[in-house]
């Protein structure tokens, strides 16, 4: 029993000791709070000050300054999050995760981001050079001042590298792999059902749009004419059902858009004659949140320059407020769902498959051998050809070879022109600035305190010449493609409308020659955008209060239809002698038609309507095409 207890008592110590170690760790990485660090570059001082929520106040007397100190702030808090999205971005990942992560690099290299990245460096201006250079040497600092490499890099046994300034536009690619469709999968998805459907059937299956859109700029759309048996009988078809179920991978309504909105509402219709801007940026849920709350002050001596006051969400790895307010204006964002990628049937020749049919005749691919840091392995290597249009990424249902034009594969369309958001001081400005601002482009919400309100696109849009973006061509010819940029004056935009109202959710926002120009790539059904627009016709002096209500509403509307159709269905007959569908009935019965995490009434009627869109799709595409490969409709 003795030895029993002194074993028993060393184990507790050494759990004791461990638990304190880990305490330490951990304690050790957490940032400084308190206190005066010494920052090598810094021409002033600067102040930074959390509130209570422990929201960063950056004050210095310019702004190379307050973006070394933004860099400390994110080296110290988030520089592990950083870390990701560069090295998701380059395909750097295998370096500091060994193996596992081989394949996504792989993936990943074929966009050669690390190097296009540093040609972007090479084509800023000064101040923006000044500025990555300042934010790369605040987050450096930010770590060496923590007694404990972040916790992370602990858990890993190694170290993190350090920050340069070609990682802050790395950062930015890894946006446009979240908010694009990087490798046109939809594209090629639609162009087997597009060859695999007759037109009548493709224009159900596919309708961009239908009653429940609210757009900006024109109306909602009918929904086209359910085939009839002359163009779809199913009963002909029974037969290939099973192969084609097996083919669907999902189908899935509504769970596969994240559901980001924004709206602001003019001066003429606030109860202070104020603008408001509403703005939520719903973006995958980690750990921590992508975004960062933070203000920046630049308030230099009397007379050396322009006081400024930024407050908002930033990225970090980057120094800029991605979407808040400069106390003239205040902007944000939602993603667009433009079709930003195309697909390139290439033509190859046949005496020699080293080289594709261009404009100017047979050329060869361009091959790129890259090596892969393995942690603990071997490096591993990774070869790519590229076009003049981007990477060769495989074939077609066909068996026809495709190249990818992506808008982040383009320097032009990756910039640093965020900053000039800063000083903008009106609605029109900020409208002119937007199509000059390289991100993936994005629904572009501003207000100003002059009572304005606007939209447009910000970011690069591709002029296309010669095709329907929706399914892969030939540019062979050089006739068809992407030719320039759209010029500014013909981006779609909205400035003080009649109603005084604007708003966004991930629907389509335009139709005409501007949808043709933003194209699609799986819009958002619209209800979302209408049950905002229809909250904010109904207020006549709206308040803060009246923002944030609408931002919370629960309420069900899309849903109710469906239960309304199943409580239908639920007749005494099909009840009888079933206690489940009684007892569904009586839940349905009394839903209030909210989504509350306590509603079950929401879930059934949700999942109904998941289930009847996949079982009727499923069967129309059974009986109506020809497939053979597996079809990815999530969204659809």
């Not at 792999?177 to 490798?183: A, E």
């Not at 002359?230 to 559901?259: K, S, W």
Request: hydrophobic residues 40%; negative net charge.
């Amino acid at each position: 029993m003795k030895r029993i207890a002194l074993i028993l008592t060393a184990g507790i110590f050494v759990l004791l000791a461990a638990a304190l170690a880990a305490y330490l760790t951990v304690y050790g990485s957490l940032p400084d709070l308190d206190g005066e660090i010494d920052i090598a570059g810094i021409s002033a001082p600067v102040t930074i000050e959390r509130d209570a929520f422990g929201v960063p106040t950056i004050r210095g007397s310019n702004r190379v300054d307050v973006s070394k100190a933004t860099g400390f702030v994110h080296g110290q808090e988030r520089f592990f999050q950083m870390d990701l999205m560069r090295r998701a971005a380059a395909g750097e990942l295998a370096a500091l995760m060994g193996s596992v992560a081989v394949g996504i690099d792989q993936q990943r290299r074929i966009h050669r981001f690390r190097t296009l990245a540093r040609e972007v460096i090479a084509n800023t201006s000064t101040l923006e050079r000044e500025l990555l250079q300042a934010y790369a040497e605040g987050v450096n600092a930010g770590l060496e001042a923590l007694s404990v490499v972040p916790f992370e890099y602990v858990l890993l046994q190694t170290n993190p590298e350090p920050w340069q300034p070609e990682d802050s536009v790395l950062t930015n690619f890894a946006m446009f792999f979240q908010l694009t469709d990087d490798d046109a999968s939809r594209e090629s998805d639609y162009a087997e059902i597009h060859d695999g459907l007759s037109e009548g059937i493709r224009d159900f299956v596919f309708a961009q749009g239908n009653e429940w859109d609210a757009p900006l700029l024109g109306e909602a759309w009918e929904v086209p004419a359910i085939p009839s048996p002359a163009l779809c009988d199913l009963r002909a078809e029974t037969t290939r059902f099973g192969r084609i179920t097996a083919a669907m991978v999902e189908v899935q309504p509504d769970g596969a858009i994240n559901g980001s909105n924004a709206w602001a509402v003019a001066g003429a219709r606030t109860e202070t004659g104020q603008a408001i801007m509403a703005n939520d940026m719903h973006l995958d849920l980690n750990v921590p949140n992508i975004w960062y709350r933070a203000r920046l002050l630049v308030d230099p001596p009397l007379g050396q320059g322009e006081t400024l006051d930024l407050s908002g969400l930033m990225l970090p790895g980057t120094p800029f407020v991605v979407a808040g307010s400069n106390t003239s204006i205040a902007w944000g964002f939602t993603n667009s769902r433009g079709d930003w990628s195309d697909l390139i049937l290439l033509e190859q020749d046949p005496d020699d498959p080293n080289t594709y049919l261009t404009p100017d005749g047979y050329q060869p691919f361009e091959v790129y051998d890259e090596v892969i840091e393995v942690r603990g392995s071997d490096p591993a290597t990774t070869t790519s050809r590229w076009t003049r249009w981007g990477p060769v990424v495989g074939e077609d249902h066909r068996g026809r070879a495709l190249a990818l034009r992506w808008l982040a594969h383009l320097p032009e369309a990756v910039n640093l022109k965020m900053l000039d958001l800063e000083r903008t001081r009106s609605v029109e400005e900020a409208i002119g600035i937007a199509p000059r601002i390289g991100i993936p482009p994005q629904n572009f919400m501003v207000a100003d305190t002059e009572g304005s309100i606007g939209w447009t696109i910000m970011g690069r849009i591709p002029r296309r010449i010669g095709y329907d973006s929706a399914v892969p061509a030939s540019w062979a010819d050089g006739e068809t493609g992407w030719q320039g940029w759209l010029a500014p004056d013909a981006y779609p935009s909205v400035i003080n409308p009649g109603s005084g109202l604007v708003w966004t959710a991930n629907a389509r926002v335009t139709d005409g020659e501007a949808l043709r120009h933003i194209g699609a790539s799986g819009y958002a059904l619209g209800a979302r955008a209408r049950q905002i627009r229809d909250g904010l016709a109904s207020l006549q002096q709206a308040s803060l209060d009246n923002m944030l209500a609408i931002q919370l509403d629960d309420r069900a509307v899309l849903q109710q239809r469906w239960r309304d159709l199943l409580l239908d269905a639920l007749t005494d007959e099909a009840v009888s002698g079933n206690p489940l569908r009684s007892e569904l009935r009586e839940i349905l019965g009394g839903w209030e038609g909210r989504a509350g995490v306590e509603s079950i009434g929401y879930r059934m009627t949700r999942e109904f309507r998941r289930r009847v869109h996949g079982e009727v799709l499923t069967h129309l595409l059974a009986g109506c095409g020809d497939f053979t490969a597996p079809i990815r409709l999530a969204g659809a």
